[in-house]
């Protein structure tokens, strides 16, 4: 036997043992794995059976369960969630369909009472003259006060076509009963389209359930018909929701067979390469999409997908950060569990997830990726962007923040009562486009609040409290008393002056919640309009086709609200993006 044969049985002989060896291995790993997870199951269930029959009180199952399973899950991510079959319909609602059978109002509770919060366009409610501010004092003859906003809510809700009655307290007037017929209640994913200035179309879209794409379909089709001169897809605040529909958003902006994202995680039979299908509906028109940082999941998938394939101009705040995709597992009884499967990527090849929740600090917070860790991607035509967290707009916009007066009016319900108040008598109102409060208006309104309490601390006075606070503590608060005295009074002088110094924020919270009174949800954005100034910059932008041209090639540099913005953003994030931090 020549010396060659005999060196390849003897390396065959190796691979043969060596293959031997790496089977062992994995068998045995695979049995310690099922043994570790043979084990842990018994001791779990084992400490639910003590627990259960030894507890010195009784003990809810179900919930004691959930609890146990919710604490495991914690250690992942927000997103990985188990849903037990009591809260299976409300998951359903909320994550997957807006279609529900009802009167199409919304609720809150107030001093053990329930009141009407919302009243939807076409729906029973509305029909029977429901009106927002409307305390409901019973339901079916069964009172409500002391009840809280589930309970009241599975009473509204049943089958379609069965009659519910009302029991009404409206003002100071006698009570009065409403015998409405509940209806199939499906809140849009569009919640308004139309035009707006400079012959732009206007899309507002709060989120990505089912027949989204659809809903965008349609309100691009009457857009069209207007000729517009630029499309603006508002994304602010919305959280998200079926990545399939925001896929098929992207195709009527942009030709068939190409990548808008892809999904990769630990199972490669999960891993799929989304592309567009269809020939896009408007594949040259202009594009603005507004983001804020409320903009999340399926949202940033839309904005990133088109920022990548520079087919639009982002406009507003860095969105949120969520790269994240889940992925739902039926379990045993009609419940089931959401897990988070994969990350996913936009056609740079960036996933823009902002927190690592893999690599926790001891104390089990997370932290952002850290900037050392980002990465720059190009666009198509070669514009940086950057991986992470969020998308970063194209223009940037310094988002307001309210006045702590404005947001003691909100949270006390003053706003709300004083436009209910407004809406009894006033029995039509003008134009939402046009309608704007005078000075004589604001001034009743101001009025009005002369007797109710907002009362609020400013950052100033948090700040004065801290003073007092320390130095009291170091025994050196009556050395100071006089002048901190002297200081207080000023502040309190100058908070008088807080309803007129913030008039026109206050004036435009207030003329939104009149509007809607009379004009249900399209009304609050037809007045908010004039105020909207990420929608004025869109509008501006895309007047302007060159700015568009320097912008999608990655040049120039452009002023923004009093702020500079670079269209090639740099890597770090801007130090007034705070609320993304």
């Given at each position: 036997m020549n010396k060659g044969k005999v060196l390849f049985k003897k390396h065959r002989r190796q691979i043969f043992f060596g293959g031997i060896l790496t089977l062992a291995i994995a068998t045995w790993s695979f049995k310690d794995d099922l043994f570790q997870i043979s084990k842990n199951l018994d001791v779990f269930a084992s400490v639910y059976k003590e627990v259960n029959i030894n507890y010195v009180d009784d003990i809810n199952s179900e919930k004691m369960v959930k609890t146990g399973v919710d604490a495991m899950l914690d250690g992942l991510d927000p997103y990985t969630e188990f849903v037990p079959e009591s809260e299976i319909e409300e998951y359903k609602l909320h994550y997957v369909s807006t279609q529900y059978g009802g009167i199409g109002a919304g609720i809150f509770a107030r001093k053990s009472k329930v009141y009407v919060s919302d009243v939807f366009e076409g729906f029973p409610a509305q029909k029977a003259d429901i009106r927002p501010g409307d305390e409901l004092v019973k339901i079916n003859d069964i009172l409500l006060e002391g009840k809280n906003n589930d309970q009241?809510?599975?009473?509204?809700k049943g089958a379609k076509g069965a009659t519910i009655k009302l029991t009404v307290r409206r003002g100071t007037a006698p009570v009065f009963d409403k015998t409405l017929v509940r209806d199939e209640i499906k809140q849009p994913n569009v919640s308004y389209y139309g035009m707006v200035d400079g012959n732009m179309g206007y899309i507002k879209l709060d989120k990505f359930l089912e027949n989204s794409a659809d809903e965008v379909t349609n309100a691009l089709s009457q857009l069209k018909k207007n000729n517009p001169n630029g499309i603006i897809l508002d994304l602010r605040s919305n959280g998200g929701g079926i990545l399939q529909e925001a896929v098929k958003i992207v195709n009527l902006f942009v030709p068939k067979d190409v990548e808008?994202?892809?999904?990769?995680g630990k199972i490669k039979e999960k891993n799929f390469t989304y592309r567009t299908t269809g020939t896009p509906m408007e594949p040259d028109?202009?594009?603005v999409v507004l983001v804020n940082s409320h903009s999340a999941s399926a949202s940033e998938i839309v904005a990133g997908s088109l920022q990548d394939l520079d087919r639009a101009i982002i406009i507003g705040q860095r969105s949120y950060g969520k790269g994240l995709v889940q992925q739902t597992f039926n379990l045993p009884y009609n419940s089931l569990v959401k897990i988070t499967i994969a990350k996913y990527y936009v056609p740079s090849g960036r996933c823009i997830q902002a927190i690592d929740y893999t690599h926790r600090k001891d104390d089990g917070t997370v932290l952002k990726v850290a900037d050392s860790l980002i990465h720059e991607y190009k666009t198509k035509d070669g514009r940086s962007v950057y991986d992470g967290s969020g998308i970063y707009p194209d223009i940037f916009i310094k988002q307001d923040h309210f006045a702590n007066v404005t947001e003691a009016l909100?949270?006390?319900?003053l706003i709300f009562d004083y436009a209910t108040r407004y809406r009894d008598t006033h029995s039509t109102l003008n134009d939402p486009h046009t309608f704007s409060l005078s000075d004589v208006d604001y001034a009743e309104f101001?009025?009005?609040l002369d007797d109710k309490n907002y009362s609020y601390n400013s950052g100033s006075e948090k700040l004065l409290a801290d003073l007092k606070k320390e130095a009291t503590k170091e025994k050196q608060f009556t050395a100071i008393q006089s002048e901190y005295d002297a200081l207080?009074?000023?502040?309190d002088a100058s908070k008088k002056n807080d309803l007129q110094l913030h008039k026109d924020e206050i004036k435009q919270v207030?003329?939104?919640?009149?509007v809607s009174r009379y004009y249900f949800e399209k009304g609050r954005y037809q007045t908010n309009f004039k105020y909207d100034k990420e929608l004025a910059q869109a509008v501006k932008v895309m007047q302007d086709k060159q700015m568009v041209a320097s912008i999608l090639k990655g040049e120039g540099t452009y002023k923004v609200i009093g702020k500079p913005v670079l269209a090639m953003v740099s890597k770090k994030a801007d130090d007034d993006d705070a609320d993304n931090k």
């Open positions: 009241v809510g599975i009473l509204l808008i994202v892809s999904q990769i028109l202009p594009l909100v949270g006390k319900l101001v009025k009005y207080k009074a000023k502040m207030l003329e939104n919640e009149i």
